[in-house]
């Protein structure tokens, strides 16, 4: 009887543990919540933010309308925040190498998620996929797939120029230039240059440097490598799986994005400025 009772007792006991487990995490979720609706009774939308990485990210919501204080944010690894607004809210945070901007919209699922070269960046979907449900099970990506090197064939205008060993390649506009490309080792352009930049990420040989082409150029990359998770992604935006074989061709547009610059600031100022140039 008494071994009954004292079973009875630590049942109890579990149950009341789990209760507490999930009551926590119910609290835990709640307190997570940011409300940026500029004020009361205004419609707004929750998006989620979640971080799939393997360590705590601090973020900063910059001011907006109704916003004059950047608000700062940690967010535990696997925990989420649920950013409530009627507009779109402009987030900051250290990628790892720089300090980096995102556009976070009402109502869509975003992810803190590392990329191939292992760098921090926000991603569409929940787990860093567009066509992840809000909140769906993460299942990292196993080390050794994201470690592997891939092997692409590079062609320009018809012709075979190289055979690159490398965990990726990254084809950059001059204005594109002071971003990822730079990041990996590439040369700065100006933006009024007529050019394309190929990057290559971390390359098995050294003999394969950034190469910059006339932007009249047709770029061919096709990709040699098999059996692997190979993908595309477009401004760390956007993405696509490849398989072997798969070529993306790259040539200029036939429209040309126009730019507001500020007759206050040229160009070499904000260089100096992005990349903390003394003088």
């Not at 007529?194 to 440097?209: E, K, N, W, Y």
């Not at 993908?231 to 040309?256: S, Y």
């Amino acid at each position: 009887m008494k071994r009954a009772i004292q079973a009875a007792i630590t049942v109890a006991f579990l149950v009341l543990a789990v209760l507490a487990i999930f009551s926590g995490r119910t609290a835990k979720e709640a307190e997570n919540r940011i409300d940026l609706s500029p004020r009361p009774g205004t419609v707004v939308e929750e998006s989620t933010l979640r971080n799939v990485t393997k360590a705590p990210i601090g973020y900063t919501i910059l001011p907006g309308p109704g916003r004059t204080a950047p608000r700062t944010r940690t967010l535990a690894v696997g925990a989420v925040d649920r950013i409530a607004s009627s507009l779109p809210v402009e987030i900051s945070f250290d990628s790892g190498r720089r300090t980096t901007t995102y556009l976070v919209h009402p109502g869509k699922p975003y992810s803190f998620r590392y990329d191939e070269a292992g760098v921090i960046r926000v991603y569409p979907g929940s787990h860093g996929r567009e066509d992840a449900a809000d909140l769906a099970p993460y299942v990292p990506t196993p080390p050794e797939v994201v470690a592997r090197m891939i092997e692409l064939a590079i062609g320009i205008d018809g012709r075979d120029v190289a055979t690159l060993k490398a965990d990726g390649l990254i084809v950059s506009t001059p204005t594109g230039s002071t971003a990822y490309s730079l990041s990996a080792g590439g040369p700065i352009l100006h933006p009024h240059v007529p050019a394309i930049v190929l990057t290559p990420i971390c390359p098995h040989t050294l003999s394969f440097r950034p190469l910059a082409v006339p932007a009249t150029s047709s770029i061919a990359v096709r990709l040699l490598t098999g059996g692997e998770e190979v993908h595309a992604t477009f401004d760390g935006q956007r993405g696509v799986v490849l398989v072997r074989n798969d070529v993306v061709d790259i040539r200029k547009a036939p429209c040309e994005l126009q730019l507001i610059t500020s007759p206050k600031r040229s160009y070499y100022d904000l260089v100096k400025e992005k990349l903390g140039w003394a003088g």
